[in-house]
């Protein structure tokens, strides 16, 4: 079973280029959602899709936005980076909420 | 005020000791308590599940919440160091339809 799966695990940026994060979940989930995580702020959400063809933000949405594609694909893209959101970023999904979220294995973005 | 605040360690202990990783939360909301557990360079796996005050135990672990004090506990008995990880505390309700998790703790359990 792959679960949640992210791509790339690793991407090297320079200031104001753009790039997308991809998520795939094989598990018929139907909300999915995208958390960034920096060293001692724990896990901060960016933002989720509760359902195919809705999306709304989360706590931390400037310079980021998705596209649910599908009921199993949920997208985060960056359309200027900055260094500021270097960050270890997951995506995640549940069969509804309130329940247990399967996590992703991460896409680790570096900004210069 | 942040809604949830977790113990931030690090914390280390000897093998076989007894661990206690603890959160409070503000949000009178909250119904649902979990812990996840995070292993280096890994996604958040889930640990424990709770809808109730009170202990639930499985195995080695125990998960004990205490609505009226807001506050929820994990503790890890006999802890092996394969239990080194970091431990995340999360809290959902009915209606917000995004879970809050705490910054996190890293417990080291050194053999």
């Known amino acids: 079973n792959a679960g949640v799966t992210q791509t790339p695990k690793f991407q090297v940026l320079k200031t104001g280029q753009s790039m997308t994060l991809q998520c795939a979940q094989d598990?018929?989930?139907?909300?999915m959602y995208w958390y960034r995580q920096d060293p001692g702020m724990g896990l901060r959400l960016i933002y989720y899709?509760?359902?195919?063809?809705?999306?709304d933000k989360g706590e931390v949405p400037n310079g980021y936005n998705v596209s649910r594609l599908n009921k199993r694909e949920f997208s985060l893209r960056l359309e200027s980076a900055a260094p500021s959101q270097t960050s270890v970023y997951f995506c995640?999904?549940?069969?509804?909420?309130?329940?247990?979220?399967?996590f992703g294995e991460g896409s680790r973005l570096t900004v210069l | 005020q942040k809604e949830v605040e977790q113990d931030p360690g690090p914390l280390s202990v000897p093998e076989g000791a007894i661990v206690s990783l603890n959160c409070t939360y503000s949000?009178?909301?909250?119904?649902?308590f979990m812990w996840y557990r995070q292993y280096s360079r890994k996604g958040p796996e889930l640990l424990m599940y709770?809808?109730?005050?009170g202990n639930k135990e499985d195995g080695r672990f125990t998960a004990q919440v205490d609505k009226s004090s807001k506050y929820i506990s994990l503790f890890i008995r006999d802890s092996q160091p394969s239990d080194s990880a970091t431990y995340l505390c999360?809290?959902?309700?009915?209606?917000?339809?995004?879970?809050?998790f705490g910054d996190g703790t890293t417990l080291t359990v050194k053999p």
């Open positions: 949000n009178s909301a909250f119904q649902y």
């Open positions: 598990m018929n989930h139907n909300s």
């Open positions: 999360a809290f959902d309700n009915t209606n917000a339809g995004k879970s809050t």
């Open positions: 709770t809808y109730s005050s």
């Open positions: 899709s509760a359902s195919e063809g809705t999306t």
């Open positions: 995640a999904s549940t069969t509804s909420y309130p329940g247990e979220l399967f």
